[in-house]
């Protein structure tokens, strides 16, 4: 990778441009935060895609003046540019000017914020699909041509993207054998998804079983699940972006029900699908779950709120197979008028959504001071797959200690006589499979 297309942080200046408005640079200049930018200045523009500069050629040539008046060292650019326009647009900007867009800019915080293997892998697959057009382009014709040509960089790059997949496609058939155990041992599985910077963290903080959202938390995380425990320990909380980078579970108990909440990573709108689906942990997670919690922003303005909606939902119809649960969070900074009217948009925006999903009414919650948190667990509850047994067991011993097993993993009402023990119980359909299982054996004792 040329040393120009690197992020190295320092002064920048945000570019912009859309077809219909004068772009909002609001996120864009703190993703550029996020990736240790200053930003110094900016530079708009309302008009249609030039296909040499995506600006046109009169901005882009004023972009560079402002670069040079603010001595910055980099120009951020809030949208996509092709490995032309990269390339054009490098050409007239100031010397030793880094230039990066919006896609770049994402997978590079991702890439700091990276910590386990499966993740790191993830986001190296991520930015070698990106790269590879660019790398094809600045790649001579001659060496394109000589396909077995030892040291070909496109031939480089696609091998390390497909010893990336094989890597990831292991990661990923192991994460598939721990949710199999998980069900097995009677959890369901309920994954936190939504815009970066929605509140899934703290809001996973406030459902999890002892993981109180004011304390400080000592133990140690596992984001790829692969402790003892099978848990993290820890979630962190911050209201900046992308501050949740990897998938991290942690248990919950919900009307009796045992519950593991997953947190997955943040999602950011204007991505390509293909880079979207290099992070197959999260969409994974979310494909396997038996409720996903569509958490959306509360606090943010209507069309903000609609915009990261519908990038999730996108995610969401290609993926999600249990229920889709919306939440909406930061209600204590609104008035009641305003929460009303972010539920009002948030259930607008799905009904108006064309997708093969079970959607349910929104639930407004803080999980900053806890209000509606039980009125979501109860939603959850209500959401949760359920299936239901009428079980008669000899009175015995060993029925106290299955008694006692039914009582953990679901609502149990259990009567007593002399001979035998009744249990209406209700829970997650592989757990009152087990339980039937459970109940025969101790019959034919």
């Known amino acids: 990778m040329n040393v120009r297309d690197r992020l190295t942080g320092g002064r920048a200046v945000v570019a912009a441009r859309e077809e219909d408005s004068t772009p909002d640079t609001t996120e864009i200049r703190r993703l550029a935060a996020s990736a240790g930018y200053d930003v110094v200045g900016e530079l708009t523009q309302r008009r249609q895609e030039d296909r040499r500069y995506n600006l046109g ?57 990276a910590g386990s293997s499966t993740a790191t892998t993830q986001v190296r697959l991520a930015t070698l699909r990106y790269e590879l057009p660019r790398v094809r382009r600045a790649s001579e014709e001659s060496v394109l041509n000589r396909a077995t040509e030892k ?11 497909d010893d990336l997949e094989r890597r990831l496609a292991e990661a990923t ?33 406030r459902l999890a079983d002892d993981l109180a959202v004011d304390a400080d938390d000592d133990g140690t995380e596992d984001h790829d699940g692969t402790a003892a425990a099978d848990v993290t320990e820890t979630a962190t909380v911050a209201d900046r972006l992308f501050e949740t980078l990897e998938t991290t579970t942690r248990r919950a ?38 409720i996903v919690l569509a958490v959306v922003d509360g606090s943010a303005n209507d069309a903000q709120i609609r915009r990261r909606l519908e990038t999730t939902v996108d995610v969401l119809a290609g993926d999600a197979s249990g229920a889709v649960l919306p939440v909406v969070t930061k209600v204590d900074r609104l008035d009641e008028a305003s929460r009303d009217a972010a539920v009002a948009v948030v259930a607008e925006t799905l009904a108006a959504a064309d997708v093969d999903v079970d959607t349910h009414d929104p639930v407004a919650v803080s999980a900053h001071d806890g209000e509606g948190v039980q009125a979501l667990r109860e939603a959850v509850v209500d959401a949760l797959p359920t299936a239901e047994a009428r079980l008669t067991v000899p009175n015995s011993s060993e029925t106290q200690a299955f008694v006692s097993w039914l009582h953990d993993r679901g609502d149990a009402a259990v009567a007593y006589d002399a001979e035998a023990v009744t249990v209406e119980f209700a829970g997650a359909p592989s757990v009152v499979d087990e339980a039937k299982r459970r109940a025969a054996d101790l019959r034919e004792r």
């Open 57 to 113: 050629a009169g901005k882009a040539r004023e972009l560079a003046a402002v670069v040079a008046d603010t001595e910055a060292t980099a120009v951020v650019f809030d949208g996509a540019l092709t490995p032309g326009q990269y390339t054009d647009l490098l050409e007239v900007l100031p010397p030793e000017t880094t230039l990066v867009d919006r896609y770049r800019l994402v997978l590079e915080i991702f890439a700091a914020g």
């Open 151 to 161: 040291g070909s960089p496109v031939l480089d790059v696609e091998r390390r993207i």
């Open 173 to 205: 058939d192991a994460a598939a054998d721990r949710r199999s155990r998980r069900r097995e041992e009677g959890f369901d599985l309920v994954a936190l998804a939504g815009y970066t910077n929605a509140g899934k963290s703290t809001l996973l903080r």
């Open 253 to 290: 108990t919900l009307g009796g029900r045992r519950v593991l909440l997953t947190d997955t990573v943040g999602l950011v709108t204007d991505l390509p699908h293909d880079l979207v689906r290099s992070f197959s942990a999260t969409i994974d997670e979310i494909g396997a779950s038996d």
